[in-house]
Nanobody, 122 residues
Framework: QAQLVESGGGLVQAGGSLRLSCAAS????????IGWFRRAPGKEREFVAT????????NYADSVKGRFTISRDNAKNTVYLQMNSLKPEDTAVYYC???????????????WGQGTQVTVSS
């Protein structure tokens, strides 16, 4: 039932920051885990971070741990990805998606957004 729209991407220099937003519509937003994924040029889509529903438990890929922070504001039906200390390797199209469980595998996510481009220059 969730419908997701990403925003907040752009061009930044290495070491800079961006905050991505994933805005959702639907009556059961708080029941969904929301994940962020990315696809770099020439590579497969990879997991970045996930956050559970009301309890807001989080998990991160090792490559972004300590630099990225995922959070959610259920009153606004929005999930955020704060990206600090950005590296050129973070350049990718970033997507958010929904799952029924914090423990869902990436293949079990659905309701993918359209993606937002993040480009990090050297």
């Amino acid at each position: 039932q969730a419908q997701l729209v990403e925003s907040g991407g752009g061009l930044v220099q290495a070491g800079g920051s961006l905050r991505l937003s994933c805005a959702a519509s639907g009556r059961t937003f708080s029941n969904y885990a929301i994940g962020w994924f990315r696809r770099a040029p020439g590579k497969e889509r990879e997991f970045v971070a996930t956050i559970s529903g009301v309890s807001a438990r989080t998990n991160y890929a090792d490559s972004v741990k300590g630099r990225f922070t995922i959070s959610r504001d259920n009153a606004k039906n929005t999930v955020y990805l704060q990206m600090n200390s950005l590296k050129p390797e973070d350049t990718a199209v970033y997507y958010c998606a929904a799952a029924t469980s914090y423990y869902s595998t990436p293949s079990e996510y659905g309701h993918w957004g359209q993606g937002t481009q993040v480009t990090v220059s050297s």
